[in-house]
T-cell receptor, first 114, second 113 residues
Framework: GENVEQHPSTLSVQEGDSAVIKCTYSDSASNYFPWYKQELGKRPQLIIDIRSNVGEKKDQRIAVTLNKTAKHFSLHITETQPEDSAVYFCAASLPNFGNEKLTFGTGTRLTIIP | SAVISQKPSRDICQRGTSLTIQCQVDSQVTMMFWYRQQPGQSLTLIATANQGSEATYESGFVIDKFPISRPNLTFSTLTVSNMSPEDSSIYLC??????????FGQGTRLTVV
């Protein structure tokens, strides 16, 4: 089955700086790569996703890049703010007609230092 | 986006007992997913629940320990059976909406004593 690795496990950045989280996946057939943000005691929330037919996607301060050849994808957060502090999970899924099941990375605890 | 109601939100249970977690969705969905999130860890898929057929379990999870019901297209239950302290986790149900986007219930925080 699919295996997703995520690095780093913890990341601290100064407010206003950029943060980058990286993930690799094992199954070249995977075609959907979402990123979730989980604040303490809350449910995971989708913040951005990308499909395998696209190399990059951006939504305001958040961007995701995908390298299919190398089987890795990354989350980029620019101009970080204290409210960006949370645990971030990457995930990957194989195509299944809208019923994709997700394999999650191990998570990155991001701390923004004011 | 799908709205998912999950209950209970938390419970403290004695070892050897069972707890049933309910998940209600505000729209009909083909599949519902059950995840476990152990303290400080990532999410691990337990099983996929499809209406009208037996749930499909992931490696390491068995029906006797985690029986699942899916009586209709908006509802599912997960039972954690014969609990031990190692079952203390957050259990989350999830559905896909707008294609592949996964939405989660608020989770059930289970503590087994």
């Amino acid at each position: 089955g699919e295996n997703v690795e995520q690095h780093p496990s913890t990341l601290s950045v100064q407010e206003g700086d950029s943060a980058v989280i990286k993930c690799t996946y094992s199954d070249s057939a995977s075609n959907y790569f979402p990123w979730y943000k989980q604040e303490l005691g809350k449910r995971p929330q989708l913040i951005i996703d990308i499909r395998s037919n696209v190399g990059e996607k951006k939504d305001q301060r958040i961007a995701v890049t995908l390298n299919k050849t190398a089987k890795h994808f990354s989350l980029h957060i620019t101009e970080t703010q204290p409210e960006d502090s949370a645990v971030y999970f990457c995930a990957a899924s194989l195509p299944n007609f809208g019923n994709e099941k997700l394999t999650f990375g191990t998570g990155t605890r991001l701390t923004i230092i004011p | 986006s799908a709205v998912i109601s999950q209950k209970p939100s938390r419970d403290i249970c004695q070892r050897g007992t069972s707890l049933t977690i309910q998940c209600q969705v505000d729209s009909q969905v083909t599949m519902m997913f059950w995840y476990r999130q152990q303290p400080g860890q990532s999410l691990t898929l337990i099983a996929t629940a499809n209406q009208g057929s037996e749930a499909t379990y992931e490696s390491g999870f068995v029906i006797d320990k985690f029986p699942i019901s899916r009586p209709n297209l908006t509802f599912s239950t997960l039972t954690v059976s014969n609990m031990s302290p190692e079952d203390s986790s957050i259990y989350l149900c999830s559905v896909n909406d707008r294609g592949s986007e996964a939405f989660f219930g608020q989770g059930t925080r289970l503590t087994v004593v």
